[in-house]
């Protein structure tokens, strides 16, 4: 087993997996941009090393820094979290190099499932259908044509790279094709350094399932159940269910089994996530993509089955086989999941940035928050908006909802403005409660955008906390607490992580 290993990434993902690996007897190493040198991901650390430089290009993109770093702080292996390097082959090329374990999948199954049209050819090979789609073209190509000719509108042009919802245009007619084609390739360019598109067909209003799966190094691969991430914007997921409403076991035991043989086909290693849209209404399935990653929403997968996944990541790049069996996998009750964001739901989801003046997470029975962040704490432009998640667990979903519900009620943040609000209408909405929606819920009830008061509170509110802050002896501390409850101290905060000088 390893005794060091260095984490490449931030935030929420970063602390959470300090902690695993506190919890298995291994120091975790952080890295940190100028930005960041007093954040949480940092202070739950073992030890940290310093990336020069602020932005995500100079710091936890950078493969030479960090191979470096783990190099200096011989670290025996890495774990990339999510995003940033996680699904970049040749990070995984470089750690190998290096002599640094990759936690996570080879650099093989990084490079076949990286690219949405290459690992479609997998998925087909194993027998399991997937969104049609057009080979890699360009405006005016042969196959753009015959595409459109056979398959209509509205189509959906993709990024071969895409990730998080970026470079996805839906077209509905054929004089927009030439323009969304384009620009999907630029926004692709610059966000994944590959600007090669596809066409794919539209599915309307899909429900976004996917099945999680675990291999260890010689074959031997499981599923740990559906997660189903329908509540979307922009193709983002923003809440998130397990186990999914709109799965009758029949239908449940084919996805899963589709995605072990997608796994298979692949010659899967370590946790990896196969994304299907379901067509409710038919009932068919389509294989969309599978992340060869720790994926945001694992959180779920553990309070069901009510086991660590960044351990058995762990254990499986160390080269322990996996010991867990299919028929150990019993899920047990409800979770869900909410992504909160510091972005500002009533004016077009602009992102807010500055001081944390408050930050008093919830408590109680069944709740887990993972969090990249603690109060006064600065929340800069530099990185994703995702503060943290908050995950509920109960025995029936009716009830995981209302502790989701109660939970938002009393989680007071003050000095960022936040999400919270949409996540607390979209948990009251009877079709979300009825478990009756799919990935336009949001685009059916713009309304749910809309703030109910005049924002006038809200203004009143964070004034009132912002002199709170610079006054901390004044009684008016204590007069913003609006539906506050006590603060639930935070671990990890004594924790005396120790920084490198
Ligand atoms: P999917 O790729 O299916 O949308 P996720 O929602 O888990 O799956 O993640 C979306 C993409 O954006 C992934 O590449 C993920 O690594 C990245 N990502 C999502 N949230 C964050 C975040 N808070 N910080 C960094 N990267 C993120
Ligand atoms: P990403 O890599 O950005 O996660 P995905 O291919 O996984 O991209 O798609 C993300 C989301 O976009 C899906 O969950 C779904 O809501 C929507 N989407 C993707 N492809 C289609 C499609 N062919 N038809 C309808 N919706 C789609
Ligand atoms: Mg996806």
């Excluded at 702080?73 to 082959?89: K, Q, R, T, V």
Aim: glycine share 8%.
């Amino acid at each position: 087993m390893f005794s060091k290993v260095l984490v490449a990434n931030r935030g929420e993902i970063a602390v959470r997996i300090n902690q695993t690996l506190r919890v298995m007897g291994i120091d975790p190493v952080a890295v940190y941009s100028e930005p960041d040198s007093g954040a949480l991901h940092v202070k739950t650390a073992e030890r940290s090393v310093a990336l020069p430089g602020k932005t995500a290009e100079e710091t936890y993109l950078n493969i030479p820094k960090i191979v470096q770093a783990a190099r200096d702080c011989g670290a025996d292996a890495i774990h990339p979290g999510y995003g940033f390097l996680s699904e970049n082959p040749e990070f995984a090329q470089a750690c190998g190099e290096a002599q640094i374990a990759f936690i996570g999948p080879t650099a093989e199954n990084m490079d076949a499932l990286g690219d949405k049209v290459r690992s479609k050819d997998i998925a087909l090979r194993a027998g399991v259908p997937v969104v049609t789609s057009s080979p890699v073209c360009l405006p005016g190509d042969r196959e753009v044509e015959e595409f459109v000719e056979r398959w209509g509108f509205p189509l959906l042009v993709k990024a071969a790279s895409g990730g998080g919802g970026r470079g996805m245009r839906v077209v509905n007619q054929l004089h927009e094709l030439d323009t969304n084609m384009k620009l999907a390739s630029r926004e692709a360019q610059a966000a994944f350094g590959d600007g090669r598109v596809f066409l794919e067909r539209y599915i309307t209003n899909p429900r976004h399932i996917e099945v999680q799966v675990l291999a260890d190094g010689s074959g031997h691969t499981i599923h740990l159940g559906e997660r189903e991430c329908s509540i979307q914007r922009r193709h983002q997921k923003i809440i998130e269910e397990t186990p999914s409403p709109a799965l009758v076991p029949e239908l449940r035991h084919s996805m899963e089994d589709a995605a072990i043989a997608v796994a298979r086909g692949a010659g899967y290693v370590n946790a990896g996530t196969v994304e299907f849209l379901l067509d409710p209404h038919s009932g068919e399935f389509y294989f969309l993509e599978m992340n060869a990653r720790l994926q945001v929403e694992h959180g779920l997968t553990e309070a069901v089955l009510g086991l660590d996944m960044v351990e058995w990541q762990v254990r499986i790049a160390s080269g322990e086989p996996l010991i867990l069996q299919q028929y150990d996998i019993q899920p047990r009750g409800h979770a869900v999941e909410c992504r909160i964001y510091a972005e500002d739901p009533y004016r077009d989801f602009t992102p807010s940035t500055g001081r944390l003046l408050r930050w008093r997470p919830p408590s109680g029975p069944g709740l887990r928050l993972d969090s990249g962040v603690v109060e006064g704490e600065e929340v800069s432009i530099y990185y994703d908006p995702m503060l943290a998640k908050l995950i509920v667990w109960a025995p029936r979903r009716d009830l995981s909802l209302r502790r989701m519900e109660l939970a938002l009620s009393q989680f007071p943040v003050l000095g960022l403005i936040t999400n919270i609000p949409l996540l607390r209408a979209i948990m009251g909405h009877g079709q979300f409660q009825r478990g009756e929606y799919d990935t336009s819920f949001l685009e059916w009830n713009p309304a749910i955008t809309v703030p109910s008061g005049t924002g006038e509170s809200r203004s009143i509110a964070q004034a009132l906390a912002a002199w709170a802050w610079h006054h901390p002896a004044s009684p008016a501390s204590s007069s913003v607490a609006v539906g506050d409850n006590q603060p639930s101290s935070n671990p990890w905060l004594s924790a005396g992580g120790q920084r490198l000088p």
